[in-house]
């Protein structure tokens, strides 16, 4: 028997948050997508990846942490590499604008706790200029609560706007055994719901 990790991916409201907290989500992301338009633009111009060689030398008056621009870098890089593939297979490619809302962020940016009061859980978000956490109440719902419970949280998190919502993207991650059918391999979820 193989076994395999699957992973899925939860949305969480961030819409329990207060109006100013949502306005700091909202600078933030404008923010950020500059950074990480200009790492794209860089690197599609001189047609290589860009290194943190660009976060050291970022040419914009910002109040984004060198942490928070070497996130917006890996991100750009993620984009240039499926672009860079197309290009090599012949397709031809434009460069790539930045418009949907996607903030990809690692352990470094974020806290995400059990809550203690009327809300589930507390998604805390370090603030690059005031160097505080910024913390967003998170409720749980039904089908989300199986994956606490059964399944480990991966590090990495996601914040996305959707009609001019905040949302959080949490992926769950499981390991779980392939048994070998003599046709095709089925993956065997032997999870209690």
């Known amino acids: 028997m193989e076994v395999k990790e699957i992973k899925r991916s939860l949305l969480f409201s961030l819409e329990l948050a207060n109006t100013g907290k949502k306005k700091f989500l ?16 860089r690197g599609f111009a001189e ?9 050291k030398n970022y040419p914009y008056e910002t109040w984004l942490s060198k942490r928070y621009l070497g996130s917006a870098l890996v991100q750009a890089v993620e984009t240039l590499k499926s672009v860079f593939q197309k ?10 604008e930045v418009k949907q ?10 806290r995400f706790e059990k809550g203690n009061n009327s809300f589930d859980f507390w ?10 956490w910024v913390s967003f109440p998170v409720k749980n719902y039904d089908y989300a609560k199986r994956y606490f419970d059964g399944w480990e949280m991966a590090s990495d998190i996601e ?32 999870e209690s719901f």
């Open 123 to 132: 998604f805390r978000l370090r603030d690059p200029e005031g160097q505080r």
């Open 101 to 110: 809302v996607s903030l990809k962020l690692d352990k470094r940016f974020y």
């Open 26 to 41: 909202d600078e933030l992301w404008e923010e950020y997508k500059k950074a990480l338009q200009y790492f794209i633009d």
């Open 87 to 96: 290009k090599k297979r012949g397709k031809e490619v434009s460069k790539p």
């Open 47 to 55: 047609e290589k990846l860009p290194t943190y060689e660009e976060v």
């Open 159 to 190: 914040l996305l706007k959707r009609n001019g919502k905040w949302f959080l993207k949490l992926t769950f991650k499981k390991r779980v055994e392939l048994k070998k059918n003599n046709l095709r391999e089925l993956i065997l979820y032997t």
